[in-house]
């Protein structure tokens, strides 16, 4: 499981997520069939190092035995590589990188299914920064189905700030609505009254005014909440380790805020 986050405010975009991934075996030991949890997978993934996009990926991390970060070194190399894919730094835009990301994905899917070894759930991404020439960060997300038909959509396009999180979010969902997914849609068939309810429960974070190194800090401690619930909390760990984070703002582009402690090499996919 994961927490996947993006806080987009008007001076840039944080993205965050921790590092636990969990293997699933049919009779497992552990809740909904977990057999194994690791940490130290990369889910937060700077795609092309010439433009200052980067995503955050949730559900299932992995295609044919292959990580989703392994997997994204292929992905840079085809922007990078000319052709087609080649992005333009000076002329593209974040959904024209989005699709790159959407296409590269739901295609390994697409074989990975013919093979045989479709994956158990579906893969998605939060894909964030700024398109070339623009004033303001965007977010975008992909969701990719277990036969790999993929879908794109914008996220709080027409606000001027948004907090967004993927994954495993029931802590969060706690914490900024006030209640549970399962307690929301309860409360929110109460017509009127259950709807007054839920708007007074709600907890806002971020605002478009709210400096970047703040958004950074929440960021963190959303991340470190989601973390600590899971830890202190019964059941499995299925979030944990420790946690990326990353800013992209219009003067320095991508920066590694928080990275975890892990040898890379100087053309890795998320190199510093």
Same mark, same amino acid.
């Given at each position: 499981m994961t927490i996947a986050l993006c806080v987009r405010v008007g001076d840039g975009v944080v993205l965050a997520s921790d590092s636990a991934t969990s293997l699933k075996v049919a009779g497992g030991a552990g809740p909904a069939g977990i057999g194994?949890?690791?940490? *130290?997978? !990369?889910? =937060?993934? !700077?795609?092309?190092?010439?433009? &200052?996009? *980067?995503?955050?990926?949730?559900?299932?991390?992995? #295609?044919?035995?292959?990580? #989703?970060?392994? =997997?994204?070194?292929? =992905? !840079?190399? !085809? &922007?990078?590589? *000319?052709?087609?894919?080649e992005i333009d730094p000076q002329a593209y835009t974040v959904i024209g990188v989005a699709e790159r990301i959407r296409d590269f994905y739901s295609d390994r899917v697409a074989i990975a299914v013919n093979k045989g070894q479709a994956p158990h759930t579906e893969i998605g991404f939060l894909v964030s920064g700024y398109a070339a020439q623009a004033e303001q960060p965007e977010v975008r997300e992909i969701r990719i189905a277990t036969n790999g038909e993929a879908a794109l959509d914008s996220v709080d396009p027409n606000e001027g700030a948004s907090l967004s999180y993927r994954g495993f979010t029931d802590p969060l969902d706690r914490l900024i609505k006030g209640v549970s997914k399962a307690a929301n849609l309860v409360v929110g068939a109460q017509g009127a009254v259950g709807q007054l309810a839920l708007q007074h429960s709600k907890l806002t974070l971020v605002s478009a005014e709210m400096p970047l190194s703040e958004a950074v800090d929440l960021a963190k401690w959303l991340a470190e909440v989601a973390r600590g619930a899971m830890h202190f909390g019964p059941g499995a760990e299925i979030i944990g380790g420790e946690i990326d984070i990353a800013r992209i703002d219009r003067d320095e582009g991508f920066v590694w805020v928080q990275q975890q402690a892990l040898p890379v090499q100087q053309d890795a996919v998320d190199a510093l």
């Open positions: 194994q949890i690791y940490h *130290g997978a !990369r889910k =937060l993934i !700077r795609p092309c190092s010439s433009v &200052p996009v *980067g995503f955050v990926t949730y559900g299932q991390g992995t #295609i044919e035995d292959q990580s #989703i970060a392994s =997997l994204a070194v292929g =992905l !840079r190399q !085809r &922007p990078e590589g *000319g052709g087609d894919w």
